[in-house]
């Protein structure tokens, strides 16, 4: 069967300044879909955009959900309805035993990992819904399905957001709009600074690859699944962790 011809759409990537958001900015941008970045420092937004065909870099913080909000209408009314969300802001948070794990630092993740997933892919499915076309995707990671140890917060965000996915994939699964996740083991980005080289050294030790996972193999993926080839998958979990997972 030949493949389709994609129809250029108009993308929205959170956190799309820095390491997997870049990539899959990147990918998208190479397909010619209109990309807006967007990521906490609208200068580092606009940088990473100006490398890009037809990209632009906006500063929001996606965790500030009148932000959000302001940002979904001024890309929808400067480039036309959205397409493609993909949600990759994200930030590891504290590594600590859980005795003494910090609330505060559970409250930075949650928010950030979980509440901003919450925000974009409700801000974005209103969009969608108009059109009735959409593909969402979500970066959880591996630590939301085997849990990572001292890393409580991080690992139980990464849970939420797999149940989120699930949970709205299905709802609108009758509509053209999909919803996905992925989720990667360690992959070679400036996250991987958050962690201590003991941390690193770990997670990399539970790959039978053998390393790290780079930014250009999860972004072919999201990239696929942002796609209108990504028809018959919906509220689904797809892994990229170099044979660590066993589910
Ligand atoms: N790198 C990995 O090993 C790995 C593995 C599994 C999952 N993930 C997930 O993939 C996603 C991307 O990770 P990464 O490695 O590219 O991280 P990164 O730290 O390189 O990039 C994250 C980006 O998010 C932006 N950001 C942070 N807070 C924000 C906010 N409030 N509003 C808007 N933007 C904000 C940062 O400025 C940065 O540009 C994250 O959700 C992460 O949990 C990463």
Redo the contacts with the bound molecule.
């Keep these: 069967m030949a493949q389709t011809q994609e129809t250029q759409r108009v993308a929205i990537v959170?956190?799309?300044?820095?390491?997997?958001?870049?990539a899959i900015a990147e990918r998208l941008a190479d397909q010619g879909h209109v990309v807006a970045i967007?990521?906490?420092?609208e200068e580092?937004a606009g940088a990473a955009a100006a490398r890009l065909p037809k990209a632009h870099g906006y500063g929001?913080?996606?965790?500030d959900r009148a932000a959000v909000d302001a940002a979904m209408s001024r890309v929808v009314d400067e480039f036309g309805p959205l397409g493609i969300l993909v949600?990759?802001?994200?930030?590891?948070g504290p590594l600590e035993a859980f005795a003494d794990y910090p609330f505060d630092g559970w409250r930075f993740v949650m928010t950030?990992?979980l509440d901003?997933v919450f925000h974009c892919c409700q801000a974005g499915v209103r969009e969608m819904l108009k059109t009735g076309y959409g593909r969402i995707v979500n970066?959880?990671?591996?630590?939301g399905k085997e849990g990572n140890p001292n890393a409580v917060a991080?690992s139980a965000s990464?849970a939420g957001v797999i149940g989120l996915t699930k949970s709205v994939g299905k709802e609108l699964a009758t509509t053209q709009i999909r919803v996905n996740c992925v989720?990667?083991?360690?992959?070679?980005?400036?996250?991987?600074s958050?962690l201590t080289p003991e941390f690193k050294a770990f997670v990399t030790s539970k790959i039978p690859v053998g390393r790290?996972?780079r930014?250009e193999e999860v972004a072919s993926l999201v990239a696929w699944l942002a796609s209108e080839e990504c028809s018959f998958s919906t509220g689904a979990v797809f892994d990229v962790s170099g044979g660590r997972a066993t589910y």
Excluded: C
């Design positions: 959170t956190g799309g300044a820095g390491g997997l958001g870049f967007w990521d906490l420092d580092r929001v913080d996606v965790t949600n990759s802001a994200g930030h590891n950030l990992n901003a970066l959880a990671s591996i630590a991080y990464k989720t990667p083991a360690a992959i070679e980005t400036e996250m991987l958050q790290l996972g930014a």
